[in-house]
């Protein structure tokens, strides 16, 4: 079978061919440039307009009549061509549409991103990076384009709507980044999420500090603040332009893990579940049980407060985050 640019191309190639052939058959009657090709257009065309050529003998009304076919045919057939291509472009984006939504349905504790903004492809692209599994719901179309040729499972839809935040999976979903432009859709994406899944991982954008206040009601974790985060960095390189400069390198170049590898460590998170076997040690027990030499340079706790630098006898709590540092194995 023939690709629709095929037929549109061999249906052109023949309505070319006809209106030459029957351009100068007509001329052969007698018939101008002008006259021929204008015979030839309202035959094909079928449009009756007053004939300039007179079909005054069989032979000449047989070759109108060929006019007529081949002609008509090679319209019908590029016609046919413009169809197919259009319902084939329809057609191959409702197939990736289903397979997407069959792979986001097979995924859990992914990580959901309402929005592809400028902080949405940075989220997506360093989650790629990692090897996180995680989907984006975007409303734009030209977004939802540019996440498909990044290869990312893409949702089209509104994140307000809670039905498609389900399609999203958010049931299953570990943690949930909503970073559109505007606080009230954020508060609102924020609010739902907490409904449809209690022990979801909540970070918001958040363009006005007031915001944060209402984000954190609304069952946020974490509020980011880009305009906040921003003004800092900016600071720190008027104050430290060195440790800024090195710091960007860090982020910017190989990560900061990385560089912590050519050392011979890494920094390593684990969440510390309820019943398990550091719940309720100390700091000091747990450092040095551990198979493998590390230091733990920071608890997180369930409310979002951190405690940096834990001394030997602070005691961990199950739903605490401990951030370690540890020798690479």
Known sequence: MQTPSHRIITGLSVL????CVGTAGYMLTGATLTEAAYMVVITVFSVGYEETVTLD??????????????????????????IQMVMAGEMDKKLGER???????????????CGFGRMGQIIARELS????????????????????????????????DERILSLAGIEHARSLATVLPN??????????????????????RGEVPST???????????????????????????????????????????????DLAQL?????????????????QTVGFVESERDHP????????????????PNPTFTIKAGDTLIFIEHAS
């Open 212 to 258: 944060e206040k209402k984000l954190r009601q609304a069952g946020a974790d974490q509020v980011v603040l880009p305009a906040a985060i921003g003004g800092l960095r900016i600071a720190n390189m008027i104050v430290q332009p060195t440790t800024a400069h090195l710091l960007d390198n860090l982020e910017t170049k190989s990560g900061l893990n990385d």
């Open 99 to 113: 397979q997407r939504a069959k792979e986001i349905e097979k995924l859990r504790g992914h990580a959901v991103i």
């Open 129 to 160: 990076l990692s090897k996180h599994p995680f989907v984006v719901v975007e409303l734009g179309a030209d977004r939802v384009e540019s996440a498909c040729l990044r290869d990312y499972l893409v949702l089209e839809g509104d994140a307000t």
């Open 183 to 204: 606080d009230a859709m954020n508060v609102f994406i924020t609010l739902s999420a907490r409904n449809m899944n209690p022990k979801l991982h909540i970070m918001a």
């Open 57 to 82: 003998s069989g032979v000449l009304k047989l070759f109108t009549i060929g006019i007529i076919l081949v002609g008509c045919t090679s319209l019908v057939y590029v016609s046919g061509g413009f």
């Open 264 to 280: 011979g460590v890494h920094l390593v998170e684990h969440r510390v579940q309820p019943g398990a076997h550091y719940a309720d």
């Open 16 to 19: 070319f061919a006809t209106f």
């Open 294 to 309: 590390h230091l733990i340079v920071a608890v997180r706790h369930p409310d979002g407060d951190y405690t940096r630098h």
